[in-house]
T-cell receptor, first 112, second 117 residues
Framework: SQKIEQNSEALNIQEGKTATLTCNYTNYSPAYLQWYRQDPGRGPVFLLLIRENEKEKRKERLKVTFDTTLKQSLFHITASQPADSATYLCALDKAAGNKLTFGGGTRVLVKP | DAGVIQSPRHEVTEMGQEVTLRCKPISGHNSLFWYRQTMMRGLELLIYFNNNVPIDDSGMPEDRFSAKMPNASFSTLKIQPSEPRDSAVYFC???????????????FGPGTRLLVL
C-alpha cells in the first residue's frame, strides 16, 4: 500500500542552525510534492512545490530537494528562527487528479 | 480575500446528535476538499469536489458521513448520528484547478474542532 513517512519525533534545534526534515514514500509515483506548515490551532499553509523533474527548489531560507530514485524529499530551513517553530507536512499527488495525500508531519522547535 | 471560511470553529455535541460543518471556499476556486485531522491518523482526505461535483469520496469513513456542495461558494459536511470516535479537527480547503491537471496548492480554512461526548 502507499505510504508517506515523516519523522514523528520532534526536531529540536538551536536558533541559527539548519533544520533538515525528511519525507519518504513507498508505492507512489508522484508528479509533484508539496510542503506545508501548520501552527497549533490553524490549518496548514502552503510553502513550496517541487515537480518530479526538479532536483531542488528554493524560497528565501527554505530549500526542498526531490529524489525520485530514493523516493525521498528533504526540507531544509537555513538560519532557523524561533518563529520557524511549527509542524511541517509533506504532501504528494498523483499525476491524475488533484488529490493530495499528507504525511504525518514533523514538529520543529527552534530554541533561542 | 477572506480566505476559506469554516463554521462553527468549535462544536461540542452528544453521541447520536447530528452535526453539520460548513465551508465557504475562496471565491473563484473550483475545487473543494474536506479533511479530518487526529493525532493518531494525521490529516486524512474525506472527499473532494471539482466544479461542485463529488469526485472522490473514498475517504468518507462510513454512511454516517455525507457532504454536499450545492453551489460554488458553499459546502457542508454532515455526520448523522455522531459518535465519540468522530472527535477530530475537520478542515476544508479549496484550490484553483488548472486545465493541465493537479499542480495546484490548497488553501486551508481554520478548521472546526469537533468533540462528541
Amino acid at each position: 500500500s502507499q505510504k508517506i513517512e515523516q519523522n514523528s519525533e520532534a526536531l529540536n534545534i538551536q536558533e541559527g542552525k539548519t533544520a533538515t526534515l525528511t519525507c519518504n514514500y513507498t508505492n507512489y509515483s508522484p508528479a509533484y510534492l508539496q510542503w506545508y506548515r501548520q501552527d497549533p490551532g490553524r490549518g496548514p499553509v502552503f510553502l513550496l512545490l517541487i515537480r518530479e523533474n526538479e532536483k531542488e527548489k528554493r524560497k528565501e531560507r527554505l530549500k526542498v530537494t526531490f529524489d525520485t530514485t530514493l523516493k525521498q524529499s528533504l526540507f531544509h530551513i537555513t538560519a532557523s528562527q524561533p518563529a520557524d517553530s511549527a509542524t511541517y507536512l509533506c504532501a504528494l499527488d498523483k499525476a491524475a487528479g488533484n488529490k493530495l495525500t499528507f504525511g504525518g508531519g514533523t514538529r520543529v522547535l527552534v530554541k533561542p | 480575500d477572506a480566505g476559506v471560511i469554516q463554521s462553527p470553529r468549535h462544536e461540542v455535541t452528544e453521541m447520536g446528535q447530528e452535526v453539520t460543518l460548513r465551508c465557504k471556499p475562496i471565491s473563484g476556486h473550483n475545487s473543494l476538499f474536506w479533511y479530518r485531522q487526529t493525532m493518531m491518523r494525521g490529516l486524512e482526505l474525506l472527499i473532494y469536489f471539482n466544479n461542485n461535483v463529488p469526485i472522490d469520496d473514498s475517504g468518507m469513513p462510513e454512511d454516517r458521513f455525507s457532504a454536499k456542495m450545492p453551489n460554488a461558494s458553499f459546502s457542508t459536511l454532515k455526520i448523522q448520528p455522531s459518535e465519540p470516535r468522530d472527535s477530530a479537527v475537520y478542515f476544508c480547503a479549496s484550490s484553483l484547478r488548472g486545465t493541465g491537471g493537479g499542480k495546484e496548492t490548497q488553501y486551508f480554512g481554520p478548521g472546526t474542532r469537533l468533540l462528541v461526548l
